[in-house]
């Protein structure tokens, strides 16, 4: 599933959907194109904290799960 296919899913149907990490993607970019923020990356990572090894560095081919429902107060920038 593309990035861009996520954007078209039917979030009043789906809470969350699954993505494979590709070579060259960050959690900012993920955030950027699925919530159109970049700075709610955090939302996927604290989804996926027991997973990802290295917020820098996401392997290709890893399966992440992105949350499509979230709330203003889980948009906050911070440092790992």
């Known amino acids: 599933q593309d990035i861009e296919e996520l954007q ?5 149907k789906y809470k969350k959907t699954v993505y494979r ?13 699925v919530f159109r923020d970049g700075k709610r990356w955090t ?5 996926n ?11 290709a081919g890893q399966v992440i799960i992105i949350p499509l429902t979230v709330s203003q107060s889980d948009s906050f920038k911070r440092d790992i």
């Open 43 to 47: 939302v996927i990572y604290d989804s």
């Open 21 to 33: 990490v590709k070579w060259g993607d960050s959690l900012y970019e993920i955030a950027s194109k």
């Open 49 to 59: 904290k027991n997973e990802i090894k290295n917020v820098k560095d996401l392997p």
């Open 8 to 12: 078209q899913i039917d979030r009043s």
